[in-house]
């Protein structure tokens, strides 16, 4: 399978405790994205990188979270001290990346990640 | 007021019913995106379009750039239809997608 992958898809974790996630673009795409998804709302933009460079942050990423994508293919997120707010899905998309409207810029999404905060 | 809004928020439909999913905008975008999300969250990329109008299968996009405003079509819909439907728009060179809430569709027999 091609496609972005997440790992893992689903975490129960208890309050305060540390959670790490991780996505793998699809091969060669150059943009990674994450957005987090509440439950009946849309999905909100979280962060992306170009390669290894986080490019933009989203004022809903506090401090509690930090995003990496050392050697510009995996990238992980991780949430420290968690709290029963950060439950939602985490949606991690790639895409090619180019400038312009043409197809580069379509964004594929993983399956997501699930997290649980009792 | 969400920069991007859908209506309905629900839409229940009976099988072979022409269905319309609308999206209004309130900012200048450079793309708008229409994706679809079964249960268990995974969003498949329907289309993406800056003008005019896109079909694919029983599915067509039209956006109205003056109007700021974009319709999902599916023609004789299908139990298998029954999923979330998102618009999505991209604005300038941003690259990140700034969602609506989603339309709700199930689709019966």
């Known amino acids: 399978d091609t496609g972005v992958s997440q790992d893992p898809r689903h975490k129960i974790t208890k309050r305060g405790q540390n959670v790490t996630f991780r996505c793998d673009p699809i091969?060669?795409?150059?943009?990674l994205y994450w957005y987090r998804q509440t439950l009946g709302q849309g999905p909100e933009f979280l962060t992306y990188?170009?390669?290894?460079?986080?490019?933009?942050k989203s004022r809903l990423l506090s401090d509690r979270f930090s995003a990496e994508r050392p050697k510009g293919s995996f990238s992980t997120l991780e949430i420290q001290r968690t709290e029963q707010g950060d439950s939602a899905m985490y949606l991690c998309?790639?895409?090619?990346?180019?400038?312009?409207?043409?197809?580069?810029?379509?964004?594929?999404f993983g399956p997501g990640t699930r997290l649980t905060v009792l | 007021k969400n920069e991007v809004e859908q209506s309905p928020q629900n839409l229940t439909a009976q099988e072979g019913e022409f269905i319309t999913i609308n999206c209004s905008y309130s900012?200048?975008?450079?793309?708008l995106h229409w994706l679809q999300q079964h249960p268990g969250g995974g969003i498949v990329s329907l289309f993406m379009?800056?003008?005019g109008k896109k079909k694919h299968g029983r599915l067509i996009a039209t956006i109205n750039i003056q109007e700021k405003h974009s319709s999902l079509h599916i023609t004789a819909s299908h139990p298998r239809d029954s999923a979330v439907y998102i618009c999505?728009?991209?604005?300038?060179?941003?690259?990140?997608?700034?969602f609506g809430t989603g339309t709700r569709l199930q689709v019966t027999l």
């Open positions: 091969s060669e795409h150059n943009r």
């Open positions: 900012v200048g975008i450079s793309a």
């Open positions: 998309a790639s895409s090619a990346g180019l400038a312009g409207v043409g197809p580069y810029n379509e964004q594929f």
């Open positions: 999505a728009v991209r604005t300038g060179t941003a690259s990140k997608l700034t």
């Open positions: 379009l800056s003008s």
């Open positions: 990188f170009q390669n290894e460079a986080q490019l933009e």
